[in-house]
């Protein structure tokens, strides 16, 4: 099954794309890690995004329509992937479907998480992972079960996003209002936009989740 995960910062994508890699075997393709992984590299990709992404605006199209395009073709992607991030602009919704086209590959659903943006900030600014395993989790909603330690592989040490400040969160809701909502209409037009309440538990928005994908 292939599919898009979308909503702003905080609706909780990273967090669903997670756990639905890990039980259903979905491949996570979240562009917001890839660029992480090229600044954190020094990787020409990464000196040309780093200041961009402090900023909270958005990477050029044309440097994410070449990412993805390479991690697409991997042939772990070929059993699934669930799109975390990408596409965030009409230019790259149309370059997906090009893609995908040129691949013989079916898009089957469009999730929207919807959520409330006045209660975002306090979630990205409470966020932070795991440094070895990248386990999310956040100051107030989500503490390891022993401070500290992480529940997933029980390493000791931690890192936040140096995006997730409340300033940089008014740039990346302005970004997502202006360039990315308008993807709405364009998927809900082709017949495929689904949406969920991205304000529920996490568990009962898995839930919500994982019956899209069974009905279809
Ligand atoms: P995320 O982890 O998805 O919140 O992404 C973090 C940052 O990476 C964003 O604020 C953008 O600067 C950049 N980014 C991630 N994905 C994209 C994309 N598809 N198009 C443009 N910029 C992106």
Redo the contacts with the bound molecule.
């Keep these: 099954m292939k599919i898009i995960l979308l909503g702003p910062?905080?609706a909780g994508?990273?967090t669903q794309a997670q756990r639905l890699q890990q039980e259903r075997g979905m491949v996570q393709l979240?562009?917001?890690?890839?660029?992480?992984a090229a600044v954190a590299s020094g990787s020409d990709l990464g000196v040309k995004?780093k200041a961009?992404?402090?900023?909270?605006?958005?990477?050029?199209?044309a440097?994410?329509v070449g990412?993805?395009e390479q991690r697409i073709a991997q042939p772990d992607c070929a059993k699934g992937f669930i799109l975390?991030?990408?596409?965030?602009?009409t230019a790259?919704a149309e370059a997906l479907d090009r893609m995908l086209a040129a691949m013989g590959v079916k898009l089957d659903r469009v999730i929207e998480m919807e959520v409330d943006e006045a209660a975002l900030t306090e979630r990205i600014v409470g966020r932070f992972s795991c440094a070895k395993c990248g386990a999310g989790y956040h100051d107030k909603f989500k503490q390891p079960a022993k401070r500290g330690v992480c529940d997933s592989c029980g390493h000791t040490e931690f890192s936040r996003?140096k995006?997730d400040n409340a300033e940089?969160v008014k740039?990346?809701m302005a970004?997502y209002r202006a360039?990315t909502e308008p993807l709405l209409p364009y998927y809900r037009a082709k017949g495929v936009l689904r949406g969920v309440d991205g304000m529920a538990e996490m568990g009962e928005v898995y839930r919500q989740i994982v019956r899209i994908l069974d009905g279809t």
């Design positions: 910062p905080g994508k990273g979240s562009t917001g890690d890839m660029l992480r995004a961009i992404m402090e900023r909270g605006d958005l990477v050029p199209d440097l994410m990412l993805i975390d991030g990408f596409p965030r602009t790259q996003r995006d940089t740039t990346r970004a360039q």
